[in-house]
Antibody, heavy 120, light 112 residues
Framework: QITLKESGPTLVKPTQTLTLTCTFS??????????VGWIRQPPGKALEWLAL???????RYSPSLKSRLTITKDTSKNQVVLTMTNMDPVDTATYYC????????????WGQGTLVTVSS | QSVLTQPPSVSAAPGQKVTISCSGS????????VSWYQQLPGTAPKLLIY???KRPSGIPDRFSGSKSGTSATLGITGLQTGDEADYYC?????????????FGGGTKLTVL
């Protein structure tokens, strides 16, 4: 059974850097083809894909946020970390991580999400 | 503004059928598989349909997906009050040099 869980600060100040961790079980990021993605959802708004990292360290980023995002993996800890710089109140959202693979075209399953509020 | 266009809302009575459209272009839906996600109130999205028309284990056959050209459609028959949720389509987009994932703007389903 695959599970994922997001963790990180619930409140960050404008201009600060956000660091979120996705801790997963039921699969390994050292297995060929496996990937983990990050998706966010502002309150009452739509899903927005942020980034994706694969077992071979191939990384994909949202073109509109690429300059602010960094995704890394720690295979030994079964974790994926997303950092987003220069946070703004418009970045207030629930952030989800989700399992994917290089040969599939979907995200499944998803973590429960973590709400991050950007406010001074 | 989402790359994939969905109607903001749809509604139907219990027991009826509803369809939700997802319109894109040749750089996304036209050349890639589409997946659909159901997000019940206050919960994380859940995969509903993958590869245009396949259902994961545990998803009832009341849910179906199809794709034609640059559009995809989610169909739900025998509507139940428990189907009230937001539904999102998603796929890869290759309009730029590096493919990126895109979601539709979401459709709120109300079962009257």
């Amino acid at each position: 059974q695959i599970t994922l869980k997001e963790s990180g600060p619930t409140l960050v100040k404008p201009t600060q850097t956000l660091t979120l961790t996705c801790t997963f079980s039921g699969f390994s990021l050292s297995t060929s083809g496996v990937g983990v993605g990050w998706i966010r959802q502002p309150p009452g708004k739509a899903l927005e894909w942020l980034a994706l990292i694969y077992w071979n360290d191939d990384k994909r980023y949202s073109p509109s946020l690429k300059s602010r995002l960094t995704i890394t993996k720690d295979t030994s800890k079964n974790q994926v970390v997303l950092t987003m710089t220069n946070m703004d109140p418009v970045d207030t959202a629930t952030y989800y991580c989700a399992h994917s693979t290089v040969t599939t075209n979907w995200f499944d399953p998803w973590g429960q999400g973590t709400l991050v509020t950007v406010s001074s | 503004q989402s790359v994939l266009t969905q109607p903001p809302s749809v509604s139907a009575a219990p027991g009826q059928k509803v369809t939700i459209s997802c319109s894109g272009s040749s750089s996304n839906i036209g050349n890639n598989y589409v997946s659909w996600y159901q997000q019940l109130p206050g919960t994380a999205p859940k995969l509903l349909i993958y590869d245009n028309n396949k259902r994961p284990s545990g998803i009832p056959d009341r849910f179906s997906g199809s794709k034609s050209g640059t559009s995809a459609t989610l169909g739900i028959t025998g509507l139940q009050t428990g189907d009230e949720a937001d539904y999102y389509c998603g796929t890869w987009d290759s309009s730029l040099s590096v493919p990126s994932w895109v979601f539709g703007g979401g459709t709120k389903l109300t079962v009257l």
